[in-house]
């Protein structure tokens, strides 16, 4: 309480009502299963479209929990096509929980490739699966630029230089630490370069005064080539006009500006030794060296010995005679002079064939999307850790040069090899699951408040079916759970059968539905031995329609007589004989009507308790007690007496006066619709004592009209006057 020490006004906020009580949604659902892919052992993630669940658990495909028998029915991806029957008919928010079976204590089902170590890069699936076993194609993607100013930190910049500038030689007083070098200002001089058209050999052996016009002598060799055929030194263009003797040609540019001032970095090479230029100073005639890891097998360099250029010696097709080629084979054409930013993009294909591509990957930690970030083990974005089907794994000693060499797998200069495919293999779908198995999958809806509705769609086809039923009624019935189950049987059965199924079941919390729904497989193609149609289990149709009738007319009213969406038939055309059978036992039928479609027949509860034998009732109950409980806990520690008791009672009243104004209630007034006791009629001195505050409300439920009857009979008509 406010003390008042001072004279003066005080004005204080206070509320003269009570707080109000708010629905909570009953249309959410949860679903534990199969997929192809995604997080295994963690609490799921909100789905709002087949999309989302595209995007972390795959598509339709065909899992391969007997992988010696592919057309067995447990290698149907049940989960898969329930989810996308339960958006169908209506549903908007949806969970699922995945439930992977490793085959042994040491198998992971992870599919991996590639190496690592400290100095290498490794590939693995984020998740276990089949799917995993997919293809990688990582691309380089130079783009030519102007400046480097305008770049993201850490971008990787390769330079091809202008000119004949492989064959440079530059001054390089190389120390065993980073140090400055001198640019030579002209190429007289240039030590002699060789260079080969197929077998034919021809060595540029000096360059004029002018720097404009250089030697080529002709070697002999095994192959002829006609006049006029295209010559290339390693980096430029030679206007070659070849004859049969010794002459001078003229280079198509110029030498001079061969290290642009701007130039950062370029990759030089000493044998097996890396020496990355990354700086060039104010005059563009000194830059700076960082020498990088040179290999335990290469010959020790003087301090003194001059650097290359990284760009070894390239050939082209002639376009007339054939293909000029070195040892390896063709090489791409080079770029044009110029400063190129690396980046490079991964391509993932799947068993779907469906790409994902992720784009503008950069070398350096430093970079916003840098490989090593963007699909790592543990990505910085949670978004990244739930859709990204690979990692990276790069070793502890990569640079940016290394890590690029490391992928391309080149040893020279950049833009040599422009990508690299690897395959992930050893994936696998685990096996089949037991009830145990679902139970843990389960156990991850346990924390998520606004879930209403579970199912395990395709559980049924499994040998413990039975059991995980037991499971899924067991995660529902705990205490606080407000949630509903909603079962299948197995696929085929008929009415004993399913009666066997039930008798095994006793819970106003769930609810059994029959038969499997015949729908479109997503799978078949023209031409293609995959059937046309496929039976899905009932519970992701169900759901959906549970979700829709909630959101068009309210959880009040019992979620039959409803459209089933999507349905072909029925694997089971059920008969009005059958479901007279099966109704009074608690089986909810989907059953076609001529002219009126394909229908949800049924809307009891798999129990033995006559006042919770109907669907809605027992969901508007948790309706109600979730709705109270959430918007109540304001009550929690105040003062246990009659100011709180009138405040909770005037926040239920109100509650509860809505929802009989809208129908939910049975009665001609709110007096008949429902009562709301909290006094000391409701709470002994013993309940006041041990801090308990008891507040009783009854409420007068709706009960669906399962039977219309009308009764008609004949009459005398009456005397005429």
Known sequence: MAQYLAPGVYVEEVSFRAPSVEGVSTSTAAFAGLTLTGPVNETPELLTSFGDFQNMYGGYDNLAIDANNPGNPKNTNYLALSVRAFFDNGGSQLYV???????????????????????????????????????????????????????????????????????????????????????????????????????????VTAVDATNTKLTVTRG??????????????????????????DQTITLSAPLSGILPADARPQFLQIDAEIVELTAVDATGAKLTVNRG????TAAPHLASAP?????????????????????????PTPPPA?????????????????????????????????????????????????????????????????????????????????????????????????????????????ALEDVAIVAAPGSGIFADSQNIINALITHVSAQRAYRVAILETPPSQIASDNENVRSQIDSSYSALYVPWVITPNPLARAGSSIPAEIAV???????????????????????????????????????????????????????????????????????????????????????????????????????????????????????????????????????????????????TQNDLDNGRMICLIGVALLKPAEFVIFRIGQKTADAQN
């Open 97 to 203: 929980s995945r439930v992977f079976v490793p085959k042994s204590t040491t198998d992971t089902g992870i599919a991996t490739g590639g190496t690592l170590s400290d100095t290498d890069v490794g590939l693995t699936a984020r998740f276990p699966g089949l799917y995993g076993n997919q293809t990688v194609m990582v691309t380089l993607k130079p783009v030519k630029t102007q400046a480097v100013s305008g770049l993201p930190p850490g971008s990787l910049i390769a330079m091809v230089p202008p000119g004949a500038a492989s064959v440079a030689v530059l001054d390089a007083g190389i120390a065993s630490t980073d140090t400055q070098i001198s640019v030579a200002p002209a190429l007289k001089g240039a030590q002699p370069k060789n260079i080969m058209v197929d077998a034919e050999v021809i060595t």
């Open 220 to 245: 002999t060799g095994a192959a002829a080539h006609s006049k006029g055929a295209q010559v290339y030194a390693p980096v430029s263009t030679l206007a070659a006009s070849i004859g049969n003797t």
């Open 293 to 296: 890891a040179r290999s335990t």
């Open 307 to 331: 650097v290359f250029a990284p760009i070894t010696p390239t050939f082209y097709t002639n376009g007339t005679t054939g293909t000029f080629s070195s040892a390896g084979g063709p090489l």
């Open 338 to 446: 110029g400063l190129y930013v690396l980046t490079m993009s991964v391509t993932v294909t799947g068993a779907s064939g469906s790409p994902q591509v992720y784009d503008g990957l950069g070398f350096d930690p430093a970079h916003p999307t840098y490989l090593g970030a963007v699909l790592a083990a543990t990505p910085p974005r949670h978004i990244d850790m739930l859709e990204n089907q690979i990692a990276f794994k790069i070793g502890a000693n990569l640079g940016p040069l290394t890590l690029y060499q490391a992928i391309f797998g080149v040893s020279g200069g950049p833009l040599t090899n422009t990508s690299r495919s690897y395959t992930l293999t050893n994936g696998n779908d685990g096996l089949e699951p037991q009830s145990s198995d679902y139970a843990r999958a389960l156990s991850y809806f346990t």
């Open 537 to 683: 289990p009932p519970s992701g149709f169900v759901a959906g329609i549970y979700a829709r009738n909630d959101e068009l007319n309210g959880v009040a009213k019992a979620p039959a007589n409803e459209v089933v969406l999507g349905a072909s038939r029925f694997e089971r055309n059920i008969t009005f004989n059958e479901q007279a059978l099966l109704n009074p036992l608690g089986i909810n039928c989907l059953r076609y009507f001529p002219n009126r479609g394909y229908r949800i027949w049924g809307a009891r509860t798999a129990t033995s308790n006559s006042e919770f034998m109907y669907v809605n009732v027992r969901r508007y109950l948790i309706y109600l007690e979730h709705s109270i409980d959430n918007s109540t806990q304001w009550a929690v520690f105040e003062n246990n007496g009659p100011a709180l008791w009138a405040r909770v009672k005037e926040s239920i009243d109100s509650f509860l006066y809505n929802e009989w104004k809208e129908g939910s209630l049975l009665g001609d007034s709110s007096a008949q619709a429902y009562f709301v006791r909290c006094d000391r009629t409701t709470m």
